[in-house]
């Protein structure tokens, strides 16, 4: 049971009157304290109004001062690739309870950008740039303040899309990027029903009016991949949830695509299990026509819980049927060769521990590397050499009391 300290009261989470402590402490400005840990580092919270409702959130930068069972812990920013955009392309201002977003994408038709080629990218949406967010990278963030990268047994069975995509929208509310609410240039379809399909449709022709707006608008959706169709001229990608809707793609783009995010493709097709999810930015021609201006793709398991690799899903499936407690690490504009846990367990004891999957694309001192990031963040350290060697004994899971 979560326990927080309220001046000198101290309350659980599922207090009855919970809402009414929430929003009596808001007023008074008061930050709560989480009781994950005993003594004077006992972090601090604050509290925020979301979507008619106080909630408690982790202070920036406080998540690895939180207890590794605690729902707040977030691992240290090193361990992934949050810690290369935090604060600079993502700006927390904790008063005002809003966050803004640098975004390495257009928007509109007006700023074109173009297309890296070459070795110094993996692909259209990955960048060494910290200071602004790619298509993945945004997608990575949203899935994190979603808390989709995080997992535990309890969760088994209760993941759909509805729920996927009502995290999403809803750690999706204040924030702002490019002058205006990410809600107002965000969609994401809602679960389709043959009995609704008039209503949903009616919303969704709705929530994609902003398109018609001006010529160059543009909007960004999040959805689950059906299929990518030939179509008379160039090809259509299908969306889930989206039946009456194919977005059409040039067919040079359709070729990128297919080019530079093959190995995300051929997991998709391999794991019959797994699901494929699109973040792109999308446009409204005058005569009506949807059509595909970027698009990055991240595969993602059973459980929803993204994966980078065939090994990666292998750990993952493995974590699932023992019921481990987790938290996913993701990349963000992080490169696949450079060291970053794939996994931090938080049902070791009072030291979580981070995974890392070593595979033939890793750059440099792999190993050194992951063994100097556990001593700086004071985590242990678990390795598979996945391509030498077959997967090594699980860290044993230790119980903590919650407090």
């Known amino acids: 049971m979560s326990l927080y300290l309220f001046g000198s009261?101290?309350?659980?989470?599922?207090?009855?009157?919970?809402?009414q402590i929430l929003r009596k402490a808001y007023a008074a400005k008061l930050r709560p304290v989480c009781r994950c840990v005993v003594g004077a580092g006992a972090p601090a919270l604050y509290i925020a109004m979301v979507r008619g409702s106080y909630v408690l959130k982790r202070l920036p930068f406080s998540g690895p001062l939180h207890g590794s069972h605690c729902a707040h812990y977030e691992p240290p920013p090193e361990l992934s690739g949050l810690g290369q955009v935090n604060g600079s392309a993502i700006r927390e201002d904790v008063d005002a309870?809003?966050?803004?977003l640098a975004l390495d994408f257009a928007l509109t038709k007006g700023?074109?950008?173009?297309?890296?080629?070459?070795?110094?990218?993996?692909?259209?949406?990955?960048?060494?740039?910290?200071?602004?967010?790619?298509?993945?990278?945004?997608?990575?963030?949203?899935?994190?303040?979603?808390?989709?990268?995080?997992?535990?047994p309890a969760m088994e069975g209760r993941r759909s899309w509805y729920i996927v995509r009502r995290e999403i929208l809803a750690g999706a509310v204040s924030k702002k990027t490019k002058g205006?609410?990410?809600?107002e240039v965000l969609y994401i379809p809602e679960s389709f029903s043959v009995e609704r399909?008039?209503?949903?449709?009616?919303?969704?022709?709705?929530?994609?009016?902003?398109?018609?707006?001006?010529?160059?608008?543009?909007?960004?959706?999040?959805?689950?991949?059906?299929?990518?169709?030939?179509?008379?001229?160039?090809?259509?990608?299908?969306?889930?949830?989206?039946?009456?809707?194919?977005?059409?793609?040039?067919?040079?783009?359709?070729?990128?695509l297919e080019n530079r995010f093959g190995h995300q493709l051929q997991?998709?097709?391999?794991?019959?299990?797994?699901?494929?999810?699109?973040?792109?930015?999308?446009?409204?021609?005058?005569?009506?026509?949807?059509?595909?201006?970027?698009?990055?793709?991240?595969?993602?398991?059973?459980?929803?819980?993204?994966?980078?690799?065939?090994?990666?899903?292998?750990?993952?499936?493995?974590?699932?049927?023992?019921?481990?407690?987790?938290?996913?690490?993701?990349?963000?504009?992080?490169?696949?060769s450079s060291p970053m846990a794939?996994?931090?367990?938080?049902?070791?004891?009072?030291?979580?521990?981070?995974?890392?999957?070593?595979?033939?694309?890793?750059?440099?001192e792999f190993e050194s590397v992951a063994e100097s990031l556990g001593q700086e963040t004071g985590m242990a350290t678990w390795l598979w050499k996945a391509e030498a060697e077959g997967m090594p004994v699980l860290p044993e899971r230790v119980a903590v009391s919650a407090g």
């Not at 009261?9 to 809402?19: G, S």
């Not at 074109?112 to 910290?130: K, L, M, W, Y």
Request: hydrophobic share 40%; proline share 4%.
């Open 197 to 256: 399909a008039g209503e949903i449709r009616a919303r969704q022709l709705e929530a994609l009016t902003p398109l018609s707006a001006t010529p160059d608008a543009r909007m960004i959706l999040i959805g689950e991949v059906k299929g990518l169709e030939d179509a008379r001229y160039g090809k259509a990608l299908v969306i889930k949830h989206m039946p009456d809707v194919r977005l059409m793609m040039a067919t040079d783009l359709a070729r990128r």
């Open 97 to 100: 309870e809003g966050t803004t």
């Open 9 to 19: 009261h101290t309350y659980a989470i599922d207090d009855a009157a919970w809402q």
């Open 111 to 152: 700023r074109s950008r173009t297309h890296p080629t070459g070795s110094d990218v993996e692909h259209e949406s990955v960048r060494a740039d910290g200071t602004k967010l790619t298509m993945r990278a945004l997608l990575h963030y949203l899935y994190d303040q979603a808390g989709l990268s995080r997992w535990s």
């Open 180 to 183: 205006k609410p990410l809600s």
């Open 342 to 364: 794939s996994v931090v367990l938080q049902d070791t004891g009072a030291v979580s521990t981070a995974l890392y999957v070593v595979t033939g694309d890793a750059e440099g």
């Open 267 to 336: 997991l998709w097709s391999q794991l019959d299990t797994t699901r494929l999810l699109i973040l792109c930015t999308i446009s409204r021609s005058p005569l009506g026509v949807y059509a595909v201006e970027a698009a990055c793709v991240m595969n993602v398991n059973r459980q929803w819980i993204p994966f980078d690799s065939g090994f990666e899903w292998e750990l993952l499936d493995v974590l699932h049927l023992h019921a481990r407690k987790f938290v996913k690490g993701l990349r963000y504009n992080m490169p696949s």
